[in-house]
């Protein structure tokens, strides 16, 4: 199935072709006047340059004066063998579309509401034929249906026609389309968009990404860089002072040659002040008697962290370098990229 793109927004056409793997590019005097355009023929002239195709307007009361607005068009420089003329469906239309087709030129009828409409176009040799959707939908009317039997009427009748899935306002109709088997699909940017979203989609390449980021990635270079030191001669007040501008729960006690002493929690705090009370408070922090610390090497995966973390069911591991300590590993930092 064809896949297009239906916009006049620059912008939007930009980032949409930048895919690589869009077939086209409609648009509508309708979509220009809403962006704002006055130069049209320029306009056309640089999507022209932008798209593989372009599907166009060619507008007039008879089928010549659709003609020579065509051939005018096409004197603009465009590529006769990537333009699509766009005609209304009606019986001059369909004469400007025969004429059209026997110059070997593309057309798309399009404005179509019901199965005679479209007959009409596939029996005038259309190249495209366009139901539109949404608005046939906004009117009550089973648009679905319609698109169905010009489907069924092209692979019945052999007619060298593609039908067109046009006016397309969500991801339902993307869906829609592919089961009735169209040829050839027109989608706004914003609903091209959201065609890949999917929360389960999502949570699996977050998890891949976390994963392979544990398997990957060492210790030191997801540290946040910050080193939370205080000497074994600081008060427990102030050490907690420091506790908090660090930002961690933790804080690595070292000795005046900066070997280490042990490391201070925020729970030994809590354990401590239910203990003595307030009075812990002016105590020296290198006074107090501290456990092995739960530490890593910084040259360590994250995955060894992750281990130590579950089997710990701590939050802050000590980073250390050849049994220096250089830093603090949290427990976020393992999912933080």
């Known amino acids: ?141 089973d648009a679905l249906t319609l698109v169905k039997q010009c489907v069924d009427a092209v692979n019945h009748y052999g007619y060298n026609t593609k039908i067109m899935f046009s006016s397309v306002r969500h991801s339902e109709h993307v869906r829609n389309a592919i089961n009735i088997g169209v040829h050839t699909i027109t989608v706004p940017l914003k609903v091209l968009k959201a065609l890949t979203d999917n929360n389960l989609t999502t949570m699996g390449t977050e998890q891949f990404i976390r994963d392979t980021r544990l398997m990957t990635v060492q210790v030191r270079d997801a540290m946040n860089g910050i080193n939370p030191l205080v000497g074994a001669t600081t008060n427990v007040k102030d050490a907690i002072i420091k506790m908090t501008e660090y930002g961690f729960g933790a804080i690595t006690v070292v000795h005046t040659d900066g070997s280490l002493k042990g490391v201070f929690t925020d729970g030994d705090l809590r354990r401590l002040l239910q203990k003595d009370g307030e009075g812990i408070l002016t105590k020296t922090i290198g006074d107090l008697e501290y456990k092995a610390p739960i530490s890593i090497e910084a040259g360590s995966l994250l995955n060894d962290a992750a281990v130590i973390f579950k089997k710990s069911s701590v939050d802050t591991i000590l980073v250390t370098d050849n049994g220096k300590p250089v830093g603090m590993l949290d427990i976020q930092d393992l999912n933080e990229g």
């Open 1 to 141: 199935m064809e896949l297009y793109l239906d916009s006049a927004n620059l912008r939007e056409i930009e980032e949409g072709f930048k895919l690589g793997f869009l077939d086209g590019l409609t648009t509508t005097p309708t979509f220009m006047q809403k962006e704002g355009i006055t130069d049209i023929d320029g306009t056309i002239v640089k999507l022209s340059k932008i798209v593989p195709v372009l599907q166009i307007e060619a507008l007039g009361n008879t089928a010549e004066e659709v003609v020579k607005e065509a051939d005018r068009q096409l004197a603009l420089g465009l590529d006769p063998t990537k333009t699509v003329f766009k005609i209304p469906v009606s019986l001059e239309g369909l004469r400007a579309c025969k004429m059209l087709r026997n110059k070997g030129l593309l057309v798309n009828v399009h404005l179509v509401y019901t199965l005679q409409q479209a007959y009409m176009a596939m029996q005038a040799g259309a190249s495209y034929v366009c139901p539109l959707v949404g608005r046939l939908q906004d009117q009550g009317h």
